[in-house]
């Protein structure tokens, strides 16, 4: 049963825009939350973080915004750039050191 | 970039075969995790290792065994593959602390004929 969930396989969205991918999870004990994001033939790289006891995280062109009431979260890139095309990966962490992973979204940034 | 490398990149086998991954890092981190992925699952954590000769399961361990000799070196040996084992398989370390980021290699493709 998967406790990490991405329900949007794909998002397509022309450069310059922003792109918002989404990330629900079921387990209440998760308390902090990260990001990652793969290119094809390699590892995944860490994005972002976020702990609960926060409910917004910035870098750069990269938000991370979390709302534990409804145990939703979701990555915020604006302006998107074409190098952002890959597969974002959401991922959860309870209490100690293992990792929930979503199925991932892909991410397509239109010229 | 963290230094991980992991052997072979590739590998064909067939069913019944064992077959060893090797996970090599260059940072000296205490933790070592061997995840699959596989589509429509996402990464999902087989074992992991909080040290020397220390190791435990993760979400999807059965079939699949690890050992940790040396600090650097984290090995997935597979006894017996499966076709259901075909997969991408990535290893990945963090350093102390529970919030440390997790590093990843390059990955693996098996593929269990």
């Known amino acids: 049963d998967q406790q990490v969930k991405q329900n949007s396989p794909s998002l397509s969205v022309q450069e310059g825009r922003i792109s918002i991918l989404n990330c629900d999870y079921t387990?209440?004990?998760?308390?902090?939350f990260l990001w990652y994001k793969k290119y094809p033939a390699e590892g995944p790289t860490f994005l972002i973080s976020?702990?609960?006891?926060?409910d917004k995280n910035e870098d750069g062109r990269f938000t991370v915004f979390l709302n534990k009431s409804a145990k939703h979260l979701s990555l915020h890139i604006v302006p998107s750039q074409p190098g952002d095309s890959a597969v974002y990966f959401c991922a959860a962490m309870a209490g100690d050191y293992k990792l929930s992973f979503g199925a991932g979204t892909t991410v397509t940034v239109r010229a | 970039d963290a230094g991980i490398t992991q052997s072979p990149r590739h590998k064909v086998t067939e069913t019944g075969t064992p077959v060893t991954l090797r996970c090599h890092q260059t940072?000296?981190?205490?933790?070592m995790y061997w995840y699959r992925q596989d589509p429509g699952h996402g990464l999902r954590l087989i074992h992991y290792s909080y040290g020397v000769k220390d190791t435990d399961k993760g979400e999807v361990s059965d079939g699949y065994s690890v050992s940790r000799s040396k600090t650097e070196d984290f090995l997935l040996t597979l006894e017996s593959a499966t076709s259901s084992q075909t997969s991408v398989y990535f290893c990945?370390?963090?350093?102390?602390?529970?919030?440390?980021?997790?590093?990843f290699g390059p990955g693996t493709r098996l593929t269990v004929l």
């Open positions: 976020i702990s609960s006891i926060k």
């Open positions: 940072e000296n981190h205490r933790y």
């Open positions: 990945a370390i963090s350093d102390q602390g529970r919030r440390a980021t997790q590093y």
């Open positions: 387990n209440s004990m998760f308390d902090y």
